[in-house]
């Protein structure tokens, strides 16, 4: 059975800096499309960044790009969200989310196989 555990969420001020973290268990992703979403208070669950482990290939949403850096460990079969500069506006919900196939459907959150099961982020301005 596959599992994703997120943890590194919490409060912090704006301007500073979170890590999240997915440990995944079940099977390896080291070759597959790890990645992160996120779901606002109102808002839908929208993609933050993903990592392509075959090419090591690395997509960020606009709103995240040169803030947020998303990064992988093979070896610990686990994926990071390095979070900088963090705004009111990153507060929300954070998903781990994995899919096996890649199809080039980076962004759609419907491709992904495995989810996590969220870790709140709150950032206070």
């Known amino acids: 059975q596959v599992q994703l555990v997120e943890s590194g969420g919490g409060l912090v001020q704006a301007g500073g800096s979170l890590r999240l973290s997915c440990a995944a268990s079940?099977?390896?992703?080291?070759?597959?499309?790890m990645g992160w979403f996120r779901r606002a208070p109102g808002r839908e669950r929208e993609f933050v960044a993903a990592v392509y482990g075959r090419f090591d290939s690395t997509y960020y949403a606009d709103s995240v790009k040169d803030r947020f850096t998303i990064s992988r460990d093979n070896a610990r079969n686990t994926w990071s969200l390095q979070m900088n500069s963090l705004k009111s506006e990153d507060t929300a919900v954070y998903y781990c989310?994995?899919?096996?196939?890649?199809?080039?459907?980076?962004?759609?959150?419907?491709?992904?196989?495995?989810w996590g099961q969220g870790t709140q982020v709150t950032v206070a301005s």
């Open positions: 989310a994995a899919k096996t196939l890649y199809n080039g459907r980076i962004f759609d959150r419907s491709t992904y196989d495995y």
């Open positions: 079940g099977r390896t992703f080291s070759t597959s499309v």
